[in-house]
T-cell receptor
Framework: GAVVSQHPSWVICKSGTSVKIECRSL??????MFWYRQFPKQSLMLMAT?????????EQGVEKDKFLINHASLTLSTLTVTSAHPEDSSFYIC?????????????FGQGTRLTVV | AQSVAQPEDQVNVAEGNPLTVKCTYS??????LFWYVQYPNRGLQFLLK??????LVKGSYGFEAEFNKSQTSFHLKKPSALVSDSALYFC????????????FGAGTQVVVTP
């Protein structure tokens, strides 16, 4: 299946700093990517939909100024957690579908474990 | 609106025994249904999907699932569980006219004991 790569796998940052997470589609073009947040032993919560060349669409309750999304190319979307606080510590996962191939299933990155200290 | 229910937080099974993970869904139109598995600190791995056609779909690692429209269910099954199947399993649904947003169930932790 299609490959989605996420980087970094884990990151520790100090409160007040910003952290950027990258999501790449390695063998297909992804005009749309999705960003999820997952708390321990819980399901995935969709944060936003990243659209190449346009603004992201955020789910209700997600602060767009805190979670900046940039989808600058057909293979790369980034999520920047700005002014991070301990409550932002979580597991962040991206996903994408290979629309050109007509694939129905989404493929997921490896996830990024963010710890804010 | 679409929703998914996984009624069991955890399923325990002995190695070699059949494994079933339950999933029911609710959508206003026709559903696309998916099963994913997640190992600790990893992303989700795609197991199988139902789009159309045969109600019994076969996927990766010996897993299969049966789509039951009347019961709005899509239970995941494996005839003989392995210890390595121990993981967190998610059922997900997407409406056919939805352009990509998946609704996930809460997840079911599968524990396979030797």
């Amino acid at each position: 299946g299609a490959v989605v790569s996420q980087h970094p796998s884990w990151v520790i940052c100090k409160s007040g700093t910003s952290v950027k997470i990258e999501c790449r589609s390695l063998d297909f073009q992804a005009t749309t990517m999705f960003w999820y947040r997952q708390f321990p032993k819980q399901s995935l919560m969709l944060m936003a939909t990243s659209n190449e060349g346009s603004k992201a669409t955020y789910e209700q309750g997600v602060e767009k100024d805190k979670f900046l999304i940039n989808h600058a190319s057909l293979t790369l979307s980034t999520l920047t957690v700005t002014s991070a606080h301990p409550e932002d510590s979580s597991f962040y996962i991206c996903s994408a579908r290979d629309w050109d191939r007509g694939a129905h299933e989404a493929f997921f990155g490896q996830g990024t474990r963010l710890t804010v200290v | 609106a679409q929703s998914v229910a996984q009624p069991e937080d955890q399923v325990n099974v002995a190695e070699g025994n059949p494994l079933t993970v339950k999933c029911t869904y609710s959508v206003s139109g026709n559903p696309y249904l998916f099963w994913y598995v997640q190992y600790p600190n990893r992303g989700l791995q795609f197991l199988l999907k139902y789009i159309t056609g045969d109600n019994l779909v076969k996927g990766s690692y010996g897993f299969e699932a049966e789509f039951n429209k009347s019961q709005t269910s899509f239970h995941l099954k494996k005839p003989s569980a392995l210890v390595s199947d121990s993981a967190l399993y998610f059922c997900a649904v997407r409406e056919t006219d939805s352009w990509g947003k998946l609704q996930f169930g809460a997840g079911t932790q599968v524990v396979v004991t030797p």
